[in-house]
Structure formats: structure tokens, C-alpha cells
């Protein structure tokens, strides 16, 4: 059984509605972060949470939009994620609002957080990163690898994963090279996966892309180097 509750907390006077999910048994549980796609908080990102609940962490799949600003359409959520994903230094004070909810929690491990983001939430993910957070690791699945502001020696201090589309349209090559070479001067250990035959959105069932075998062939991969941090 998971255990899973609405998490309220507040950001800017933006209201936030997270969604807590427990594995069975007695905390402090290691915990994941995790971020959602450009689409908001839906079903998809519930059941990525799921599946790190029944892998034994605790996980708080953030509203990293607010409950007033969910987008009901396509054309509603490529709006809204501009927002943050045009200013990296808001959408870095929102994911470290969202990691301070989490380690706020009594069932949490605030010592062993991991955090995990898809396509957009990927780019949360190495945003909050880049802010010198406490994680034990952070991991990005076809997320945005672009920076605003990239880091200098010592400004990161976990590890990384980065899992890569190759020939991605919305993540393109040269976004790659930036990341490659920020993370490389700045002396920060990351690994990279990059995948041909694949599709931006590979591991979202709600997704054209969606492809099973390659999402379950990364949920080894993630899983695997997470529970190596």
C-alpha cells in the first residue's frame, strides 16, 4: 500500500498543491523530489511517483504551477512553463520552495533527497541544482539542459544523471554542448545516457512518443544510479 496525501504550501502568494506519496513501512524514508512535464501536474507524473513509492522512497510530485494556474489545455501549458522556463531564477526559488516542503515532512530523511524531473521538471531539477542544494543526486530525463546562469566550481554539490533524446527538437544539440561544457569547467560529476531511437517524451504514456521498452529500460537506469548514491 502507498500512502498518499495533498501537500499545501506557498510560494510568492502562489498557492501549491504537491501530492505526497509514503512506501509501506516505518520512516525516515529517502525521498525524491519530482518534477513534473511542460503539461503540469497530471496523472502521468501521479504514476512516475507511484512507482518510486513502491521502490521504497518517499516522493512529493510537486504543482510546480499553483492550483490557480493548472493548465487545462496545450496551448494553456506551452504559457504558463514559459514563465519559468524564461526566468531560471524564478524557477529555481520554486523548486527550492518545493525541496523545503518536502524536508519539512516528519516521514522524510531530509539527509538522502534525490531530485528527478521530465522534460520541463528535468530542467527544474538541474536548476535547483545549480543552487547548491542538499541532494544526494539529481537526475534529469529528456529535460532541459540550457542555462541563464551557469555554474562555477563547487556551486554543485551531487552528483548528476542526465538521460539525452538524440536529434531532440526541443532539446537541441547545442543546449547539449552548453551543459556539457558548464558541467565539465566547473568539475561537476555527471553521467550521460543518450539515446537514438527515441523521442522527446519517450516515458510519458500521455505522450505520441511514448514509447514502453525505452521507459522501462530508464526506469532501470534511474532507479539503479539512485539507489548507487
Not at 504550501?9 to 509501506?24: A, F, Q, V
Not at 513509492?53 to 492550483?67: E, I, K, P, Q, S
Amino acid at each position: 500500500m502507498v500512502i498518499k496525501c495533498k501537500i499545501n504550501h506557498i510560494h510568492l502568494d502562489t498557492e501549491l498543491e504537491s501530492i505526497l506519496l509514503l512506501p509501506d513501512g516505518k520512516g525516515p524514508f529517502p525521498a525524491v523530489l519530482l518534477f513534473h512535464e511542460y503539461t503540469g501536474l497530471t496523472e502521468a507524473t501521479v504514476d512516475h511517483a507511484r512507482r518510486l513509492a513502491a521502490a521504497g522512497y518517499a516522493v512529493l510530485a510537486v504543482d510546480f504551477y499553483g492550483v490557480r494556474n493548472r493548465p487545462s489545455t496545450i496551448d494553456e501549458a506551452r504559457t504558463t512553463h514559459r514563465i519559468y522556463r524564461n526566468n531560471r531564477l524564478l524557477m529555481r526559488e520554486r523548486a527550492k520552495a518545493c525541496l523545503a516542503a518536502l524536508c519539512g515532512q516528519p516521514d522524510i530523511d531530509p539527509s538522502r533527497v534525490y531530485a528527478l524531473g521530465f522534460s520541463f521538471g528535468g530542467g527544474a531539477a538541474l536548476e535547483l541544482a545549480r543552487t547548491g542544494a542538499d541532494l544526494k543526486g539529481a537526475a534529469s530525463v529528456y529535460g532541459y539542459l540550457d542555462t541563464t546562469h551557469p555554474v562555477s566550481t563547487k556551486d554543485i554539490k551531487c552528483p548528476l544523471l542526465v538521460v539525452h533524446v538524440n536529434s531532440d527538437p526541443v532539446v537541441p544539440e547545442e543546449h547539449l554542448h552548453m551543459f556539457e561544457n558548464e558541467m565539465n569547467d566547473a568539475g561537476v560529476e555527471y553521467e550521460l545516457i543518450r539515446l537514438d531511437d527515441a523521442q522527446h517524451g519517450f516515458a510519458n504514456p500521455e505522450d505520441e512518443g511514448f514509447d514502453e521498452r525505452l521507459a522501462e529500460e530508464m526506469w532501470g537506469k534511474v532507479l539503479g544510479w539512485i539507489g548507487e548514491k
